[in-house]
């Protein structure tokens, strides 16, 4: 049974930073990609970043790029988010999530796996 499990929200003042971690378990995550998505009250779910398990490649929204870092522990089985210099636009719950390399990496669907999300709330 794939479980992801994130930790690391919080509150945080306007340009400071955050560290989010996902631990995965249930399945080997070779050949899979995982993401970071976040949901903002009254919006849709939004991609923010991907990391490939096996290369460690990754690929960023525009919005955060330069300001997040994705990266992967492949001994622990866990995909963290380094936040740097953080707006309160950045205000969400921040979701991991883990899917074959197929498709589009910003949608949804093609993602089978995700965690509950935890909350990341910037204030001004």
């Known amino acids: 049974q794939v479980q992801l499990a994130e930790s690391g929200g919080g509150l945080v003042q306007a340009g400071g930073s955050l560290r989010l971690s996902c631990a995965a378990s249930g399945r080997s995550f070779s050949g899979f990609r995982m993401a970071w998505f976040r949901q903002a009250p009254g919006k849709e779910r939004e991609f923010v970043a991907v990391i490939y398990w096996s290369s460690g490649d990754t690929t960023y929204t525009d919005p955060v790029r330069g300001r997040f870092t994705a990266s992967r522990d492949n001994r622990m089985n866990t995909v963290d988010l380094q936040m740097n210099s953080l707006k309160p636009e950045d205000t969400a719950v921040y979701y991991c999530?883990?899917?074959?390399?197929?498709?589009?990496?910003?949608?949804?669907?093609?993602?089978?796996?995700w965690g509950q999300g935890t909350q990341v709330t910037v204030s001004s």
């Open positions: 999530a883990a899917g074959v390399i197929s498709g589009s990496i910003a949608r949804i669907e093609n993602y089978a796996y």
